[in-house]
Nanobody
Framework: QVQLVESGGGLVQAGGSLRLSCAVSGCSFSRLDVGWYRQAPGKERELVADINWRIYSYYATYADPVRGRSTIFRDDAKNTVYLQMAKLKPEDTAIYYC?????????WGQGTQVTVSS
């Protein structure tokens, strides 16, 4: 059974930093495409960043609102994908979800709440 478990959310002041973790189990982690999404109250779920296998390496992409202050990276020894976020803003407040895709199946975690106070 594939499981994605997010952690690292919490309450942080504007300008602060957080590192979110997505621990993957139950499937091969190698070459797994993994993304972080978020959903704020009253808004649709949106992609924040992803890291995908392309031919010979992993490539990271970022949504415009977080580009330049966020980093997504993998630790294959721990089967974990991280999202490091800095200079947090109140508009970053949302539930952050991890998503994994192995080319045939797609999986979601339960989400972790990030709240940024002004």
């Amino acid at each position: 059974q594939v499981q994605l478990v997010e952690s690292g959310g919490g309450l942080v002041q504007a300008g602060g930093s957080l590192r979110l973790s997505c621990a993957v189990s139950g499937c091969s982690f190698s070459r797994l495409d993994v993304g972080w999404y978020r959903q704020a109250p009253g808004k649709e779920r949106e992609l924040v960043a992803d890291i995908n296998w392309r031919i010979y390496s992993y490539y990271a992409t970022y949504a415009d609102p977080v580009r330049g202050r966020s980093t997504i990276f993998r630790d294959d020894a721990k089967n974990t994908v991280y999202l490091q976020m800095a200079k947090l803003k109140p508009e970053d407040t949302a539930i952050y979800y991890c998503n994994a895709d192995n080319g045939g199946d797609n999986y979601w975690g339960q989400g972790t709440q990030v709240t940024v106070s002004s």
